[in-house]
């Protein structure tokens, strides 16, 4: 009985993603919320917010972020100054000077690009989109100002809001309660002078895959030079065709040209290619050569989703040989080191202007690249698919992995000295003819 509980634990452990927010490859990952007061007014206050994406590869895409919050007493927002609420409310009470906004529950989202410039702050005007820290640290900061009356004018009258949510742009994150902690330090554009918040609270926002999306995003196929088996992602990795939500779309359907993606601040649905995965993301892994000193791979990003373009993706990937990666060729590439000096974690995206925008499902909905590994024969092997990844994440979000059963198995111990041409040649044509026709 015992035995059976445990097989059935292996199962279950290849097939579901956890719902943790918890990740382990990123265990400090939060974005950062700090509202700094730098004065005070008649009937309030002057405090710049800012949002500190510390997430080391899940980054804020467009149309952006929307931050909202309760109010603990009758507070309203005078002016602002980067941002602005997305409703006046009724500021029908108030007679001369009328508010930027009156609603107890305001909801801000950024200014996009090319706001003039007395409209703007330092960090502001990027449209809400905030690139992952370990990508880009310096576009990783949002801020916005805001003006606050009626809000009491010290720092024992002044309250923190509450319930403050965090969407990016559609749910997943969930955030905590403000806390006071020690005031921001600014340091003048001259580094000569050092100033300092009146008083600072910090809120912290942590990400949840399963809150984000009720079923998982991307999967992950297998395929090798030495073996003419090509493992596709598991059936109904992200839904199957018959309960998915809006049903799936023929990848050669005439009106497929027709479909937009919504433009409202909401996360899109997606509008996916009907495969047997039903997954918007797939993430092909190729074992594709061997050599004496060295081995290469090659992995394959494809698109499935007709109502989004991912701009700015990442692509994270665990293998234990990444501590001898030599060359990688059209992606750019950052070591994760998410347990201490362990080098086997790394961060690929694409390059600026080149491939770093991942086009809608179609002909060109897919990037590329190739990875060359130096080997270490202490450790390397092509036995037991130690020659495949442990886990993938696209954008944050982990991606199902095939069972390790179905990996591509070597050949048997008489034909493992020698691999023919032809094999090859047919292997190369079987991945070609799987990435580029619809699962």
């Not at 399963?210 to 003419?228: E, G, I």
Request: contains cysteine; positive net charge; aromatic residues 12%.
């Amino acid at each position: 009985m015992s035995c059976t509980v445990f097989l059935l634990f292996l199962l279950s452990s290849s097939f579901f993603v956890s719902t943790e927010a918890y990740d382990a490859l990123d265990p400090n990952g939060n974005i950062t919320i700090k509202w700094d007061i730098m004065s005070w007014t008649p009937d309030g206050y002057v405090a710049v917010v800012t949002l500190y994406n510390f997430q080391q590869y899940r980054h804020i895409d467009s149309p952006g972020w929307q931050l909202g919050w309760t109010w603990t007493k009758k507070e309203v927002i005078w002016s602002m100054m980067g941002g602005q609420a997305t409703d006046q409310g009724d500021c029908s009470k108030f007679k001369g000077s009328i508010p930027h906004c009156c609603k107890k529950n305001p909801t801000i989202v950024d200014l996009l690009p090319g706001t003039p410039y007395n409209q703007q702050i330092a960090n502001c005007c990027k449209g809400g989109v905030l690139t992952s820290w370990a990508q880009d640290p310096a576009n990783a900061v949002g801020s916005f100002q805001i003006s606050v009356g009626r809000s009491g004018t010290t720092n024992k009258t002044v309250r923190a809001p509450k319930n403050v949510t965090l969407k990016a742009p559609g749910p997943g994150y969930t955030c905590g309660r403000a806390s006071i902690v020690k005031p921001t330090r600014f340091i003048t554009s001259d580094k000569r002078r050092v100033t300092q918040a009146l008083m600072t609270w910090n809120i912290t926002c942590t990400y949840s895959q399963f809150l984000a999306s009720k079923t998982p995003t991307c999967c992950v196929s297998l395929s090798s030079f030495y073996n003419d088996t090509i493992v596709p992602c598991p059936t109904c990795s992200c839904g199957c065709r018959s309960n998915t939500t809006g049903g799936c779309v023929k990848g050669n359907s005439p009106h497929i040209a027709s479909v937009v993606p919504g433009s409202n601040r909401d996360i899109v649905t997606p509008v996916v290619q009907c495969t047997s995965h039903m997954c918007p993301i797939r993430v092909h892994w190729h074992v594709k050569l061997n050599y004496k000193e060295y081995w290469r791979v090659k992995v394959t990003i494809t698109n499935f989703n007709y109502a989004m373009n991912y701009s700015n993706w990442n692509l994270v990937v665990q293998h234990p040989n990444f501590d001898n990666l030599t060359q990688i060729f059209s992606f750019n590439y950052k070591s994760l080191t998410p347990y201490g000096d362990i080098n086997d974690t790394a961060l690929l995206w694409g390059l600026k202007f080149y491939n770093d925008f991942l086009m809608q499902a179609g002909p060109l909905g897919n990037v590329q690249s190739e990875l060359l590994f130096q080997k270490d024969l202490s450790t390397f092997s092509f036995e037991k698919g130690w020659a495949f990844p442990q886990r993938i994440y696209f954008n944050g979000d982990i991606c199902v992995m095939p069972p390790p059963d179905a990996y591509p198995m070597l050949p048997n111990a008489g034909s493992r000295q020698y691999i023919s041409l032809l094999t090859l040649f047919v292997t190369s044509l079987s991945t070609m003819a799987f990435l580029y026709v619809n699962a």
